[in-house]
């Protein structure tokens, strides 16, 4: 007697076995161990603890973050600056133009 797999098989076979398997092998791409974070992972369906997922960001990275955020800062508000500068040009060479006006009709 022979068994005929049906789609629904191959979808259980295929989620129990080549998912673990891609998302192990994708966590070893990023640098982590897909062991450990599969071991992780299934270790919190055994209570109704729901897993954490933390991004973990190394210390020099966390200042880099910080430091670019005040160099953004920096650079809104120099270009705020240079916004209003122009607007304070702007009215000045308006005001040029009347002046100007003026001196021709004369």
């Known amino acids: 007697m022979?068994?005929?797999v049906t789609g629904f098989t191959r979808f259980l076979l295929v989620m129990l076995i080549l998912a673990p398997l891609a998302y192990?092998?994708?966590s070893y791409v990023n640098g982590k161990n897909g062991v450990e974070e599969l071991k992780k992972l299934?270790?919190?369906w055994g209570g109704l603890s729901?897993?954490?997922w933390q991004d973990s960001v190394p210390k020099e990275q966390e200042g880099m973050d910080i430091q670019a955020r005040e160099n953004q800062r920096l650079?809104?508000?120099t270009i705020q600056d240079?916004?209003?500068s122009i607007l304070e040009k702007e009215l000045e060479i308006r005001g040029?133009?009347?002046d100007l006006r003026r001196c021709k009709g004369k």
């Open 96 to 98: 040029l133009r009347r």
């Open 42 to 44: 299934l270790s919190g």
């Open 2 to 4: 022979r068994f005929k």
């Open 24 to 26: 192990v092998v994708a």
């Open 50 to 52: 729901i897993p954490v």
């Open 75 to 77: 650079l809104e508000l």
């Open 82 to 84: 240079m916004k209003d």
